[in-house]
């Protein structure tokens, strides 16, 4: 017996496509379809049955950073590092802060929406 399992057919393939294309899903849950969406980028895309409990992940990217075929920790780059508060942040001059800003919105971005690797040639 399985803690979970892939479930298809969940959604008619035509919704699920147009939907996926206006990224229409909304994050939470969906009495329509009866899946709890985990996605916060507005689409869906595999639908595990997790006993009984059924929990729609975002669509797969296209593209994935298929590096090594193993995820990898990206390290802190080493000014960034020394900062350890807001306050540290704020000391820093409008130079410093442009350097990074990019750096720390992609960041975020990932803790938000997540982060798609290929391990041992699986998409995870």
């Known amino acids: 017996m399985?803690?979970?399992?892939?479930?298809?057919?969940?959604?008619?393939?035509?919704?699920l496509k147009k939907r996926n294309?206006?990224?229409?899903?909304a994050y939470g849950y969906?009495?329509?379809y009866d899946i709890v969406i985990v996605s916060k980028d507005g689409t869906l895309g595999e639908?595990?049955?997790?006993?009984?409990?059924?929990?729609?992940l975002p669509l797969a990217p296209e593209k994935v950073n298929y590096k090594h075929n193993k995820w990898h920790?990206?390290?802190?780059?080493?000014e960034l590092?020394?900062?350890?508060t807001q306050f540290d942040?704020?000391?820093r001059d409008t130079a410093f802060k442009s350097q990074w800003v990019d750096y720390i919105e992609e960041e975020f971005k990932r803790r938000d929406l997540g982060y798609w690797f290929i391990n041992n040639s699986e998409l995870g």
């Open 2 to 15: 399985s803690l979970y399992h892939v479930i298809h057919d969940v959604v008619p393939e035509k919704i």
């Open 21 to 25: 294309a206006k990224k229409d899903w």
């Open 30 to 32: 969906d009495a329509e």
């Open 47 to 56: 639908v595990y049955d997790i006993q009984n409990l059924r929990v729609g």
């Open 73 to 78: 920790v990206d390290e802190l780059p080493r």
């Open 81 to 84: 590092s020394r900062i350890k």
């Open 89 to 91: 942040w704020n000391r």
